[in-house]
């Protein structure tokens, strides 16, 4: 890796680590680490509704490693965008707003002059005022509740926008995983053709083959050089989206270290095992923890405290006045005191708080049908992720232990044969194809299904900090 790509995934300080160093980093602190394993997320189908602690260090420093995971894709995507970091900002905001909200109104002082006489040589009194509004008591406190509810609904928005970038990384990120694996397999398909093609020139030398089968074997090793650079392009498109994601620099020579992808893990049938009741474990850990759903139960508090504060308007908020009179025409001076409060019972007013206390009952309603209108589209979404989940689990034990073998069989007996003048170069390439065709169709269900290991985190909310 390049000098620039390291310096770019020093996000925080200027600390330098190990790759190991990094991953024992990373280990002691957080179960969470922005992408839960496979086997975290496999511990809910028998642990549901387990509580994850978040990260107390990780956000104060970060390290440089020797290669890119995607624990540091993911962190520098959620680190470093500046959408993220404006509604952090706005969060602070809120919280600083609803400190202020603890305070009375601003006592008035007043000063009067009284019975001016017209040619302006005499003042009847001189009147000094300190005035203070006192509200009903609960309402400051639901006032600063209010701004917090909206604290909280921007901190489940952040959450949303977090996770969501994080999902779209994952994708990249196995979208070059599966790249990887063409580019592997394509590079031994190169070496198989070569050796097929060596095969059809000593044959056609000796007047055993024909010229065509030594043309074949030629189309089909540029066929492999072209297929090897689309691959690669499109692996510099892979790269460039992650560099908007991430904000730091990557490019195609970026070293991708895939070794959180266990396949003997992955194909293991007892591993992750989804049945009925455990799809149910995870569609209540979604109703739970999903950002939206979480966001639509505090749309709903910040109604029922809308509700209480119309209702508490009604109730009359009382001003104190004490005053101090100068009487220059008499011997002594004086006090006065006033005692005030609005009347909200008045036929001309009252009705707007009605109204007010309408309005925040329909909004409780109408939150709670949103709320279970999501949890439907949550239920159907997870089974549908579950679904297709098993069909590429199983999709991608038939190619490893199935197709895999059996095409490597027929491509070694079929090879064997014409080496032995025994059957036709077309019968060799087709069963090479089919060996080929093999191999890339286990590495596509492999990535199929780990994309469904990402959307089912995504959908459950398993993603979420906590």
């Known amino acids: 890796m390049s000098k620039k790509i390291l310096t770019a995934i020093i996000l925080c300080t200027g600390l330098v680590l190990s790759q190991s160093g990094f991953d024992n980093y990373l280990a002691k602190d957080s ?25 107390s260090i990780f956000y104060g420093s970060f390290a440089k490693a020797e290669s890119i995971t995607l624990n540091q894709l993911l962190f520098a995507a959620v680190n470093n965008n500046p959408d993220l970091k404006t509604i952090n900002l706005q969060i602070e905001s809120k919280k600083q707003e609803a400190n202020g909200k603890a305070y009375l109104p601003d006592p008035m002082l ?35 509740e209010s701004v917090l509810r909206t604290k909280t609904m921007l901190e489940s928005e952040q959450l949303e926008m977090a996770v969501k970038m994080m999902n779209m990384v994952r994708m990249d990120y196995y979208d070059l995983f599966l790249i ?149 025409m008499l011997e002594t001076n004086a006090f006065t005191f006033m005692l005030g409060f609005n009347i909200p019972i008045a036929p001309w007013t009252s009705p707007k708080y009605e109204y007010n206390i309408r309005k925040s009952e329909i909004n409780i309603l109408s939150a709670e049908q949103e ?4 949890k439907n589209v949550i239920r159907n979404e997870i089974t549908t992720i579950v679904n297709n989940l098993l069909s590429a689990k199983e999709t991608m034990s038939y190619y490893y232990g199935v197709m895999i073998p059996q095409t490597e069989n027929s491509l070694k007996s079929t090879q064997y044969n014409y080496e032995n003048n025994m059957t036709g170069f077309l019968d060799l390439l087709d ?11 286990y590495w596509e269900s492999v990535t199929m299904y780990l994309k469904m290991i990402g959307e089912l985190e995504y959908s459950t ?4 900090k906590k």
Do not use: C, W
Not at 117 to 129: A, E, L, W
Not at 371 to 374: D, H, P, Q
């Open 371 to 374: 709320i279970e209108s999501k």
């Open 31 to 55: 179960v969470y680490r922005y992408n839960s394993s496979l086997k975290v997320l496999d511990s809910l189908l028998s642990h549901s509704g387990e509580t994850y602690t978040g990260d």
């Open 431 to 441: 069963s090479y194809r089919m060996y080929q065709d093999s191999k890339i169709m």
């Open 461 to 464: 909310g398993l993603n979420l």
């Open 180 to 328: 990887s694996k063409q580019l592997q397999v394509n590079a031994e398909s190169q070496l198989l053709i070569k050796t097929f093609l060596s095969a059809a020139e000593a044959r056609y030398s000796v007047g055993k083959g024909m010229q065509q089968e030594v043309f074949k074997a030629q189309i089909e090793f540029s066929k492999l050089q072209n297929e090897e650079y689309i691959l690669n392009s499109r692996k510099k498109n892979f790269f460039a989206d992650l560099a908007r994601l991430t904000k730091i620099i990557l490019d195609d020579n970026a070293k991708l270290l895939f070794y959180d992808i266990n396949s003997d893990y992955i194909l293991d049938k007892a591993a992750f095992d989804l049945n009925d009741k455990n799809t149910m474990n995870l569609i209540n850990y979604a109703f739970n923890h999903r950002a939206d759903l979480l966001s639509l139960k505090n749309k709903i508090l910040m109604s029922k405290t809308d509700l209480d504060m119309a209702q508490i308007s009604k109730m009359p908020d009382l001003t104190f006045r004490l005053g101090y009179k100068i009487l220059p």
């Open 110 to 144: 007043e000063f009067e002059l009284d019975d001016i006489m017209s040619d302006f040589k005499q003042v009847g009194m001189i009147n000094f005022f300190v005035s203070q509004m006192i509200m009903f008591p609960g309402k400051l406190r639901l006032e600063k």
